[in-house]
Structures are given as structure tokens and as C-alpha cells.
Nanobody, 121 residues
Framework: QVQLVESGGGLVQPGGSLKLSCAAS????????MGWIRQTPENQRELVAT???????NYVESVKGRFAISRDNAKNTVYLQMNSLKPEDTGIYYC???????????????WGQGTQVTVSS
């Protein structure tokens, strides 16, 4: 069974930076697309960024130029560097893996438990 564990959230002032990490554990051969989804205080869910195995990235318009997603395939870990944070970036950030290959089986749509990011002065 695969588990995703996020870390790196916290309270930061507007204009500040945070780096989120998400590590996948289990007997993993490879992971397809990984991404970050945030849930706002108004309970809206938004796909923030995704990255493929070979490093192709995609971002929601509101974070382009401020956030950067990356991954380390050897460590089964994905990161989200968040710069120039704004109060509207506040939310719970979830890591997600679309397909995780475990050899004899595949797990789909694996989510982490979420990490809180609060941007406030």
C-alpha cells in the first residue's frame, strides 16, 4: 500500500516563501503524474500544479511565476516551492499521485493527508 506524507506547511507573511514536500512510501517502482491540490477556507478545491515523470509541468494561472513544482523520482518525492505568497494562497495543500506502479499492482489517485498553509500578516 502506498502512502503520501506532506510536510513544510505553516504560517507565513504575505510576500514570504514556503517549500512543501511530499514523500511516497511503499514498494514503488514508479509514479506517473504527481501534483498539488489546495482546498481554500471556502472549501473550494483547485489543482495548483502537476508534474509528469519526465518533468513536464503545468500550473493554475494564479500561481504562474510564483510557484515551482519539482520531483525526485529516485526518492519518490514531489516538491512545491511557493514564493511571493498571497493571502489567497491560504488553504490545505494536498499531494496527489495519479498512478503508482508497485510491480504486481497499480494504485490510482493516491492522496496525502494535507498540510496547512496560512498566509497572513
Amino acid at each position: 500500500q502506498v502512502q503520501l506524507v506532506e510536510s513544510g506547511g505553516g504560517l507565513v507573511q504575505p510576500g514570504g516563501s514556503l517549500k512543501l514536500s511530499c514523500a511516497a512510501s511503499g514498494t514503488i517502482l514508479s509514479i506517473d503524474v504527481m501534483g498539488w491540490i489546495r482546498q481554500t477556507p471556502e472549501n473550494q478545491r483547485e489543482l495548483v500544479a502537476t508534474i509528469t515523470t519526465d518533468g513536464r509541468t503545468n500550473y493554475v494561472e494564479s500561481v504562474k511565476g510564483r510557484f515551482a513544482i519539482s520531483r525526485d523520482n529516485a526518492k519518490n518525492t514531489v516538491y512545491l516551492q511557493m514564493n511571493s505568497l498571497k493571502p489567497e494562497d491560504t488553504g490545505i495543500y494536498y499531494c496527489k499521485a495519479d498512478r503508482v506502479y508497485l510491480g504486481g499492482e497499480t494504485e490510482y489517485d493516491v492522496w496525502g493527508q494535507g498540510t496547512q498553509v496560512t498566509v497572513s500578516s
